[in-house]
């Protein structure tokens, strides 16, 4: 078969042409240290690595989220500590505040040191963060929650809005609680009903906390009224469950000091010392709105600790028993800081859970999508060498077949 000088020249160029792009291709794979420089270059390998790399896109979003709500439940946390400590601080003040020795020097004292803590107290609860974003605000994050009331307790600004952060495909996880939720509600279980004598008794009657007796009984989440009648020698009291529609009225008893008084079938109440027929007192739910804000409660007591009680049973009285239900209402509102607390601590654990899951897909992601693409740098190098080689022969070749011709033999 003749080959013309044409074919020749084109198909050694062609060769050459060849060897040059798969050189060039070889050294963007080693300076990139990437296989895939085009889908050409294996489609399936590149359809593979769009995923991946979609992948680890929404993994990387997934550790930025969770990051940030971690360190939102943080702070939220470490605030609720705080809180914590300082209503501990408010039950022993109130506590204190019941010694039978103190004077009326020694409650105002008591009440000065209650309106400080009551300070502190306002300002957790308008904790904001970094970012001017307040804590407790629900979805007003940037309006101050708490401002005070005329008259004794707290406006609230903000809203019932709970921010939530997509953690990971199927999961979201709340980054804040309401002020509403943490301040100003308490939870029904765990928590114990509230005694509180009327303001207007004229006599010496004393309350104590209610106790259960049966906690099957439905009634035990009534609302009660006990109301004494009959003589200062002789006294008796009715009690009414204001809930029961209409509400019932027990018929009047004889009132002994030493006998608790029954509450429904569930629950008793033992009331001290010489009630004024006219005195009432009541035992309300511990959901109920005036018994669950605690800033509510702390100027109720910060208020009847400023009034003189000095040689005045009445007063004396009155003080007793705002006191006695302070503490009750204070204890209830604690226990739902640390119900709360306990469970901002249970989504921190989960989110700490999730970013070591999180880390871990990640760097599989990332080692998957190294290995698709990755470059084999000894295999690229002796590829690359081989061709260099195998480049510079072809071009040695073809210049000296270019020399070659039956001329020269026969001018020789």
Known sequence: MRISTSQFYNQNIQTMDNQQSQLGTYY???????????????PLAAAQAVQLTMTSATLTQY???????????QLEDKTLSSVTNTMTTIVSELTRAGDGTLNDTDRASIAQALQGYRSQLLNLANTSDGAGNYLFSGFQATTAPFTNAVGGGVNYQGDNGIREAQVTDTRQVATNDSGSSVFLTVPAVGTSPVAASAASNTGTGLIGAPSITNPAIATNADNYTITFGGTPAAPTYTVTDNTAVPPTTTAATAFNANTPIALGSGMQVAIKGAPAPGDTFSVTPATTPQNSSVFATLDAIISALQQPANNNPTATATQSNALTTAVSRFQNSLTNVTVVQASVGGREQELQALQTTTRTNSTQTQSN???LTGVDMVTAITKFEQTQSALQAAQQTFVKMQGMSLFQYIGG
């Open 63 to 73: 550790q930025s989220n969770q990051n940030s709500a971690l360190s939102s439940l």
């Open 369 to 371: 999508l190294a290995d």
């Open 28 to 42: 963007q794979q080693l300076s990139s240290g990437t296989a895939l420089t085009t889908p050409a270059d294996n």
